[in-house]
């Protein structure tokens, strides 16, 4: 059945081909895609360019049949949905919004705006994910680059808690491994490539060496390192506590000591073990110390489409990058208070705003256990396990397949989004400056709330 | 229906008319200043007030990447500092480095209206215009840092004078720039290619490119001259901070030849002495050679004592301030276009160096013949906060003030300097100048920085104080296109400025040249690179005159 569909699919006269499109899956957020588009069936084809995921991403982001606003189950406008979400979060007083990693800046841009009117709390998935290097990055700094100079220059490349080669594909081959760049003429002949992990993933083979750590041994390994680059004693014992030998240690640093060009990549598996904004520190310290000896830079693998947009988004419109509040009539920044897996636990908010996430599939239980107890309203282009909780649920065009936009790259670059094919829904955006507007008109005169 | 004004009774500041504190009224309908408006006008009483044309800061960086890496950088500087919304405003953090609508407000609260971005990567120029958009009240635009292009660089090594001008008009057209900007010309190279070194010399060769610094140098400077770009290249020289780099800047001043140059921050470029010892003040030259060629413009990149950062596309320059203190340092190299350095910095008084510079800067305007030339800025946030302009203006206006001030600073850096023989005050009218007309001039912004027929009805009106601080400070009143934004020292309204681009003519067959390149060397597609027009929302295209036209 499913050829069949695809053979029909091929017939059919309405094909447009989307060349240079952006696949918004990870945050390596490729910009080559060349995507066949059925007009008539309103679904993609063909995503020549795309890997596994990027594929999965545009195949199954097809036109769904469901109403565009669902309020409490029961089938609604659109207008509807915006009044009573609007009524919602006037009404409370503690009101929280998250996600927005998989969502364009301009939609970002009017969510932050929102909780800005009403005093709520503003967070994203960076506070269940590189939250912890947010927060390094505010003690240490960092030494980054963009993506392209990795591919032109960067002669030692090493990933640390991380499995690219199955949640960013392309990292290899199209950023940072496999190309060839300005003084990299042989691509990967001319790097050489470490993993540190503490298991072997798909992403090992690739690795010219590969670093195995007693899991949660990762700050350890990292001091050391940072011991051994300024020359300082470390314990006798480093193999014994953390699974990796002086001898590798000392070829790494060497290593890295004469690397032209080197780069540290660092995942999740750093970040959200223990040690978490430790870890983060040390990692991006490492890489600052080395540049007393060559060039070295370092960089999260940032895992959604655009949660590096959100981060800028909240960064330049409230000075901080994630976990902010309003209350005050001013932002405030204290990850562990206002974030939301915390102020879901504690039971504290009393509505929120969910998009383009799924926390209610993934938090704590007992955080789920609150938003159950709370008026939810959802933006998502999905059915998830939020939206079926949700009291108010819309139903929002695809970003990057239904809808323009920016997103921005792991590395901070800004990419403008081409979008394949129409949506009969709207786009978060359209549905946030609807909620927008109807919040301003029901506080008029509430002169108190709207100023600080 | 138009909307009309009348500011009555003012004594008006508008050196570009000749007018120098007479009381006269100034009219607007529309946004615009007219000769006349209807009876129905709404009437603002300016009496005992001064009336001057907005200002206009022609150096900053308050939009982009550096600056959201240098806002994230610093939660300790916001906390400190919270900007809370009203009624009509939106709410931020303040700090040296303020979020998008801090920013705004601030610099309108401060009678500012409009303001530069003064380097940005154009891989980055979405950042930038999204940042912009959110920055509300002032008219904005940004400089391209084009001055160590890997592209246009190879261009220059092949010699090909005529596809290196067209390159620099398409990169200016693409992403909405408005001046082309050279941050340590040739430095990049070496600091990402060569484990962190940096240029020395403007005659030294750039590696793998053949070409010198001053190579560049002149190259731009006569790109924007056959272009007819508003506003010359804006040169951060080579050497910045570093005793004894007056050579270099004398020599790039020297290159232009009689034609236009900007010379960003001076102040930084200022130092005497031997080089690796310790500096001493080099201003004389730098300013007698300014005063003697018509074709220089500069800011003078102030230092005030307290909180900056350093926020620059000089990375080697960064890195030399980490090594001082060790403290958070963050580095971004954006491929083929840029480098960047970020430092939290504090000037302190007792401190030899910083006196020095806090010295030199007020030398620099002391010893100024001609204000239209010679303009204010603090290259925000590196010298000091734009918060800090009104002390600024205290201190040139008010010599009694400044003496007192002198006393309680380093007094082996003044000893270096000549800052105690220099008594001169500047006139209300002089600040106008350095404030307002004379940047719109440098920019070649002709409806700004005045009030004369035509002009952008963007106006402040202050109470006239003795303390020159204090009323600078805060204006009574801030018209921005003819809408009244602040009235008696609170926001009435907020407002949306414009974005201020340039669109230079060239051949469009310069884009097939750079394509190939875009695909071997940069990590995006080159047809998803320009920037569409919908980043600009509001915006204005000011007029370039080309040579050959």
Redesign the interface.
Known sequence: MVEATQTKSKESKNIKIV??A?CTFCGCVC??MELTVDLDEHRITKAKKACVLGRAWFYEHTIDDRPVVLIDGKEATLEEGIETAAQVLVDAKFPITYGLSDST?EAQ?VAV?IM?IINGSIDTTTSVCHGPS?MA?????????????I???ADLVIYWGGNPAESHPRHFT??AVTPK???IPNGKKDRTVVLVDVRRTPSTPLADIFVLIKPGKDFEVLWALRALVKGKKISENIEKDTGVSREVLDDLVSRMKNA??GVLFFGMGLTMTRGRHFNSGAILSLA?DL?E???F?AKPVRGHGNVTGA???V???????FGVN?N??????NPGEFTTTDVFSRGEADAAMIIASDPASNFPKKAIEHMKKIPIISLDAKDTCTSKIAKVRFAVATYGINTGG?V?RMD?????LRPAFDSPFPSDQEVLEGIRNRVKELLKGD?AR??? | MSSELKIVNGRVYDPKNNIDGKVQDVYVRDGKIVESVSSSATKIDAHGMVVMPGAVDIHCHIAGPKVNLARKLQPEDHRLDVHPKTAVTRSGTGGVVPSTFATGYRYATMGYTTAMEAAVPPITARHVLEELDDTPVIDKGFYVLLGNNAFLYKLLKEGRKKEFQEAVAWWIDSVHGYALKLVNPGSDELWKGRKNANITDVNEKIDHYDITPMHVIESFIEAADELGLPHPPHIHCNNLGHSGNISTTLDTMKAAEGRRVHMAHIQFHSFGGEINKNAVSGVKPIIDFINANENITTDVGQVMFGKATAMTADAPLAWMLRNVKFNKWVNADTECESGCGIIPFSYQESVYTHALQWAMGLELFLMSKDPWRVLLSTDHPNGGSFMSYPKLIKLLMDSAYRKEAIEHVNQKAINKTVLRELTREYTLSEIAIITRAGPARALGLENKGHLGRGADADITIYTEEEDKEQMFNAPRYVIKDGVLVIKDHEFATDHKGKILHCKPGYNADIADEIEPFFEDYYSVKFSNYAVSEDYLHHHEVIPTHPKDS
């Open positions: 060349k240079d952006t910009d080559d800046c841009r705006e800005d947010g990055f505010q003690g240490v700094g960092e030494s980054t680059a963009t993506l392209g100079e591919k032109n220059r199209k950023y760049g300005m003084y032209q060009y600052s540049n000896f060559t060039h830079v981060d800028n988004v960064s330049w419109q409230t000075g901080y990058p309003f005050r009539g001013f932002p405030r920044f920016t921005y901070d670059v800004p990419i403008s002169k709207l100023a600080a």
